[in-house]
C-alpha cells in the first residue's frame, strides 16, 4: 500500500494532524509525519513533493495556519492528490481555510474543514482505497456502523418524544 505523508508548516500543528495519523494507523495505512515551512524551508518543500511519488507516497496531507501556503507549495511540485488541512491560529482560522481552498486553475488543493484532520485522513484512505479492495471495504464498514448509530439514536429520540 502506498504510504500518506502528513507535513505540518510547525510542530505547534501536531496536536491537530495527531487526529488524523491515528485513524491511517487505525486503517492500517502506512504514513510518516513531517514539518516543512512553506516560507522557511520552501526548497526542502519542494524537493520533498517532487519526489514524494518515487518515495512510495499516495497522498499527502497539509496542514498549516495563518497565509497557510503549505498544501498550494507541495501541489505545484506534483501530481499525488494534496489534501489541505487549515489550522485555527488567528481569524479563527478562516483565513488559513481561504489560502488553502483559494488555489490557481491547474493546482487543486483538497481541503477540508478548519482543523479537520479526521477527514483528511478519510478522504486520504478514500483515494487509497481506490486500489487497495480491502481497505476499500473498510471505509464501507465504517459508513454503515455511522449510519446504523444515527438510526438507533433516531428510534431512541423517537421513543423518549412519545
Do not use: W
Request: proline letters at 5%; hydrophobic letters at 45%.
Amino acid at each position: 500500500m502506498k504510504k500518506v505523508a502528513i507535513i505540518m508548516g510547525s510542530d505547534s500543528d501536531l496536536p491537530v494532524v495527531e487526529k488524523g495519523a491515528a485513524l491511517l494507523k487505525e486503517y492500517g495505512i502506512p504514513y510518516e509525519m513531517r514539518v516543512m515551512s512553506a516560507h522557511r524551508c520552501p526548497q526542502k518543500v519542494a524537493e520533498f513533493s517532487q519526489n514524494a511519488e518515487s518515495n512510495g507516497f499516495g497522498v499527502i496531507i497539509a496542514a498549516a495556519g495563518m497565509a497557510a501556503h503549505l498544501a498550494g507549495a507541495i501541489a505545484a511540485n506534483t501530481t499525488l492528490p494534496v489534501i489541505g488541512i487549515p489550522i485555527k491560529s488567528t481569524l479563527e482560522g478562516m483565513d488559513a481555510l481561504l489560502a488553502t481552498v483559494q488555489m490557481p486553475s491547474g493546482i487543486p488543493v483538497a481541503t477540508v474543514g478548519i482543523n479537520n484532520a479526521k477527514n483528511a485522513a478519510i478522504l486520504a484512505a478514500q483515494i487509497l482505497a481506490l486500489s487497495e479492495p480491502q481497505l476499500s471495504e473498510r471505509l464501507k464498514e465504517e459508513r454503515a456502523k455511522m449510519t446504523a448509530e444515527v438510526e438507533e439514536k433516531d428510534k431512541k429520540l423517537q421513543s423518549e418524544t412519545k
